[in-house]
């Protein structure tokens, strides 16, 4: 194991940041942003250790050097280090203070969850460098996490339904049709074998190897158990100086309460696989803290007692966001759909909505800011009560803004139409600026449902955890 570029750095001065699915799309405009973020709001000794995920050694490799040339050329550019530090700023001095190393994960695929986490957590990374400009990483290990972004996952859809498309349109108008879009044609009955080598193994036919909806497994249940394995690095020993690590669920703006249903908890049976498993994400998340659910949150987020003094660890703290409507290659379009689709997009936003940021730079603003944020700051402004998302004005100026979820409302409280127009809030960022056009006010039988049914979703993602750990030897 060789010495890592921060091992002389204190604590505090250090930030260590997983990113999941980072070689394209959101997930590497999340790495851009947080790369930016850095440069302009962190102290001159500070480093930033980034571990983009992607599923093979290319794409990782791609990846980090990709983000290695991004860091360089923007602190070759950025004009804040060179007022800060006047005209003796060298470059060079920043990108050796970010540190780029990715590991390979396939959220589909149990053996890699386990081998990905036994890594990270028991092992070292190495992604060596060919120039000065950024110091080599060879056997390092990683100490901690502080956040983890967990933003794979895949769409699990064919196209457009294209009846869909005009009558949302015009039913609905532009910008309610381009937010909470219903024209999407998803695919029944997708499944995967997480732990392929049973199948190779098995003498029967294949269809008998145990399988998970490849939706929900893609999206929730394989970082679910990724997490769980990398608790070690996300919680926090008695007196540390850092507090503990952040888990942050990428979720969408789009899901209702309609989009899940606990009796096709996968997803298997439904066309809407994508909004199932993302309505799931925004359920644990909201719940994750309240009494009810702790039997079974806290279970899930415990961390082995410290082999320091025997005292439980502190875990670390769960937190939601998305990225209000991007393009992205996520969708199957052709080039010429592509074209017109991006276009819709930015006039939905001319148009007036708060949830076109359009770009995966712009969209990454929200979990970016959950990742960089201080304690202080999460908390005054609801934290972990909330979910987050990237709104964006007609000059392309993002900032995070509560999002209403359905059953939970902005912040788990019933607010009458009194208070939602005394909100604090300005502009784009008030409560009820792109609100569903449907949306249904919260009551305190829906509040109660809700939290029933965070307690059943927990319920069931535990008793899948240690189906799923025991089968794969995890």
């Avoid at 930016?36 to 599923?55: G, K, M, Q, V, Y």
């Avoid at 490849?214 to 996300?234: D, K, M, Q, T, W």
């Avoid at 249903?261 to 998340?285: G, M, N, W």
């Amino acid at each position: 194991m060789a010495p890592a570029p921060w091992d002389s750095v204190s604590p505090d001065k250090t930030t260590f940041v997983l990113v999941t699915g980072a070689n394209s799309g959101i997930g590497f405009g999340i790495c851009q942003r947080l790369i930016d973020e850095f440069i302009a709001t962190r102290s001159l000794d500070c480093h930033l250790i980034l571990i983009p995920t992607a599923r093979s050694t290319r794409k990782s490799d791609d990846t980090v050097n990709a983000l290695r040339r991004y860091a360089a050329t923007r602190a070759e550019c950025s004009k804040t280090l060179k007022s800060r530090l006047g005209p003796g700023y060298e470059a060079s001095e920043t990108t050796r203070r970010i540190h780029i190393v990715s590991i390979q994960l396939d959220l589909c695929n149990l053996p890699s969850i386990k081998g990905a986490s036994d890594q990270l957590v028991n092992g070292t990374l190495s992604n060596p460098s060919h120039t000065d400009a950024v110091q080599s990483l060879v056997d390092i290990r990683i100490p901690r996490l502080d956040a983890v972004i967990l933003n794979a996952g895949i769409g699990g859809w064919s196209g457009l339904n294209w009846s869909k498309v005009a009558h949302c349109f015009f039913s609905k108008g532009i910008v309610q049709a381009t937010t909470f879009p219903t024209f999407k044609a998803g695919i029944k009955g997708l499944t995967v074998n997480p732990i392929p080598e049973t199948s190779k193994s098995n003498d029967d036919d294949s269809k008998t190897s145990p399988v998970l909806g490849e939706v929900f497994c893609a999206n929730v249940f394989g970082h679910y158990l990724f997490v769980h394995a990398i608790l070690p690095l996300l919680s926090r020993e008695p007196g540390a100086t850092v507090p503990p690590g952040r888990i942050i669920w990428e979720s969408s703006i789009e899901p209702t309460g309609g989009d899940f249903s606990p009796s096709d908890f996968q997803a298997v049976k439904t066309k809407d696989a994508y909004e199932s498993s993302k309505r799931l994400t925004d359920i644990l998340a909201m719940t994750s803290s309240l009494p009810s659910v702790k039997p079974y949150s806290a279970s899930y987020l415990s961390p082995p007692p410290s082999s320091k003094d025997g005292n439980l660890l502190t875990p670390p703290k769960i937190y939601l966001a998305h990225p209000g409507v991007v393009v992205s290659t996520l969708f199957p379009l052709n080039a010429f759909l592509f074209f017109w689709y991006r276009v819709v997009m930015y006039l939905s936003r001319w148009l007036g909505s708060p949830w076109h940021p359009v770009t995966a730079y712009n969209g990454a603003c929200a979990m970016v800011w959950l990742a960089l944020a201080g304690e202080d700051e999460l908390a005054s402004r609801g934290g972990q009560n909330v979910k987050w998302g990237t709104s964006c004005d007609r000059c392309g100026n993002t900032s995070p803004k509560k999002t209403e979820v359905e059953g939970w409302g902005w912040e788990g409280k019933v607010e009458d139409r009194a208070a939602l127009a005394n909100d604090d809030a300005t502009g784009l960022l008030r409560k009820m600026v792109g609100r569903k056009a449907d949306a249904v006010d919260l009551t305190e039988e829906k509040r109660a449902e809700f939290e029933e049914l965070g307690v059943e979703c927990w319920r069931e993602m535990e008793r899948l955890r240690a189906e799923w750990e025991e089968r794969a030897g995890m």
